[in-house]
């Protein structure tokens, strides 16, 4: 009877070895996948964390909202926003190239709004910063009719002239606020810009900002933003309803909140 050479035989603990270390290292990863996994709660409040700021004039200064230096007054800070806005080169491309492509961008965003019902047809609504009216056109394209905007330099009939530091509008005018256009960081006063927003909004008004936390804004910016916590204490008299990324012409965050209905006194 012929006899096995026992040297002949695999050797099976040197052949699985690198299978059971794939086999490990994959069940360690999908625990570790479910471990880190973020619910829709969990990611709104990973995107409020921030340090503490001053109560009294929220990120004024603080971690989470730093206004930029350098403005001697604040003619000096319009004059270096008018710089921008009255730019040919700027307002050429604004007027021709991206007239169309950012009309049909905000078109898409502004039907997502109305489809989350933040925003109707018959809504009174106001573009802040609004350049020279792409969102207003969009709003009037998706059916908003009775839409307008404010900027520094009027362009009719869609813009009107207006500093989104002290709007021209009474009190509790629109249904819908929205500031769209890297706007929020050129607000050199946050809590006045905030202010205006919520004296302009009626009771269950809605507003949605688009901002940028992940980068940092263009070089006429009055402000750096870190995160939604600054605009959470500076909106006193709403509430937050959202927190979402958008990839929005560099901004990469959509905050959405409605203003609180008035109390009825009892009588």
């Given at each position: 009877m012929q006899t096995m050479n026992p040297s002949s035989f695999p050797k099976l603990p040197i052949l699985f070895k690198p299978f059971l270390?794939?086999?490990?290292?994959?069940l360690f990863f999908l625990a570790f996948l479910a471990s880190h996994s973020y619910s829709p709660l969990l990611r709104l409040r990973t995107a409020l964390q921030t340090h503490t700021i001053p109560p009294s004039r929220a990120g004024n200064g603080g971690?989470?909202?730093?206004?930029?230096?350098?403005y001697s007054s604040y003619n000096a800070y319009i004059e270096r926003q008018l710089n921008k806005t009255l730019n040919p080169k700027l307002r050429k491309i604004w007027t021709t190239r991206d007239w169309d492509r950012k009309i049909?961008?905000?078109?898409?965003?502004?039907?997502?709004?109305?489809?989350?019902?933040?925003?109707?047809?018959?809504?009174?609504a106001l573009s802040i910063g609004a350049r020279v009216g792409q969102e207003v056109a969009a709003m009037k394209l998706v059916g908003v009719s009775d839409s307008v905007g404010i900027d520094l330099v009027p362009c009719p009939p869609l813009v009107m002239k207006g500093d989104f530091h002290a709007q021209?509008?009474?009190?509790?005018?629109?249904?819908?606020?929205?500031?769209?256009?890297?706007?929020?960081?050129?607000?050199?006063?946050?809590?006045?810009?905030?202010?205006?927003?919520?004296?302009?909004?009626k009771h269950g008004g809605v507003c949605v900002l688009h901002v940028a936390v992940l980068r940092r804004a263009d070089k006429y910016s009055a402000n750096d933003l870190y995160s939604v916590q600054p605009l959470v204490e500076l909106f006193k008299e709403s509430e937050l309803l959202e927190v979402s990324k958008v990839d929005a012409f560099g901004?990469?965050?959509?905050?959405?909140?409605?203003?609180?209905k008035k109390k009825i006194e009892n009588s």
């Open positions: 270390l794939s086999l490990f290292l994959s971690a989470s909202l730093r206004i930029r230096p350098g049909w961008v905000f078109a898409r965003f502004f039907q997502s709004l109305k489809q989350r019902n933040l925003i109707f047809n018959y809504s009174k021209p509008f009474e009190n509790q005018t629109f249904d819908f606020e929205f500031e769209f256009s890297n706007v929020f960081d050129h607000a050199l006063y946050p809590w006045k810009f905030v202010g205006e927003i919520e004296r302009t909004l901004l990469d965050t959509e905050v959405v909140f409605r203003k609180k």
